[in-house]
């Protein structure tokens, strides 16, 4: 399982790497392992505004559906368009294929993601 020490996750195994007053969001190499070959990637329309720990999206694989939850509340300025004709591309590298832009309406929810220590005590 990799854990990069320069981003944030959350218990539900989101990452977010922060840049500036925007946010990139995308799912953990521990949850794209467990899912198994994602077939199906569902993304938000740009400038949907979401609250935190809201349901945006949707990952398929051969083996289970999964929700993803925002990590942080913000209005989505991009998608990773890409993944939705080549879903397979979380599988060959989680960190590298983020699925979210979100411009941060409220930097303090930072504060309140696990550091990547937590993050593996987490997974075990």
């Known amino acids: 399982m990799k854990v990069l020490n ?3 996750y959350t218990k539900e195994h989101e990452w977010v790497k922060v840049d500036g007053d925007k946010a990139y969001v ?3 190499d521990f949850a794209q392992d467990s899912l198994g070959d994602i077939v199906f990637v569902e993304l938000p329309e740009v400038d949907t505004e979401f609250s935190k720990e809201d349901a945006f999206g949707v990952v398929e694989s051969v083996k289970a559906a999964s929700d993803l939850y925002i990590p942080v509340s913000g209005k989505i300025v991009g998608i990773n368009e890409d993944l939705i004709d ?3 591309k979380v599988n060959e ?3 590298k294929n983020w699925m979210l832009i979100v411009e941060l309406s409220d930097k303090l929810e930072l504060d309140e993601l696990l550091k990547p220590e937590e993050y593996k005590n ?3």
């Open 93 to 95: 590298d989680a960190y």
């Open 86 to 88: 080549n879903p397979e």
């Open 26 to 28: 995308g799912i953990t």
């Open 122 to 124: 987490l997974c075990g």
């Open 6 to 8: 320069e981003l944030l």
